[in-house]
């Protein structure tokens, strides 16, 4: 069975440019969560949907971030501008229940900022 | 979110000893999980509990749930070269407070032959 599918695995950018990162959910789960990870932070949530639905945003660091599931199999993390402090390991999880605990995780998308 | 302690926050073993590891946090979890991070990859989910004062295997990894429900440890036995990773506990709050997975900061476990 396929996992989580994130792409790019690894993005590097100038600031100020648009950057958007992909995820497709294990098929038949309800819920997507993205998480960004840095070595300060650890894993934080940013926002998660049930059924296609965002539920809670309030992780989303500020309005550059935005971040949308038009379908049950795909989600997209879009950062514009992008700053250098963006510079992190983005996840994506999806779980089967709406909300559910047992998250599942993408191998995640590597993102630089210059 | 709940802020969850996490430690050791590094350990350094050799091949076939044994490893434990806990979690606290300063208010009660519904569900404890605990998962695993290989550089260059996603955490893994290894086990999941339910329910204070349960204890469940997974192989060489047991787990359980603190009575308190404010804690949750792992154990690792027989440690081999491969269960070289970090190791997170995340805890899910009871319902209203959100879904959000809050996240220790992780143990970084190293194992030489």
New interface residues.
Partial sequence: DAG?IQSPRHEVTEMGQEVTLRCKPISGHN?L?WYRQTMMR??E?LI?FNNNVP??DS?MPEDRFSAKMPNASFSTLKIQPSEPRDSAVY?C?SSLLA??????????TRLTVT | GQQLNQSPQSMFIQEGEDVSMNCTSSSIFNTWLWYKQDPGEGPVLLIALYKAGELTSNGRLTAQFGITRKDSFLNISASIPSDVGIYFCAGQAPSGSGYALNFGKGTSLLVTP
């Fill in positions: 989580v819920s969560f650890g894993l949530l998660y539920i809670d992780g996840f999880a909300g559910g605990d047992e998250q599942y995780f993408g191998p995640g």
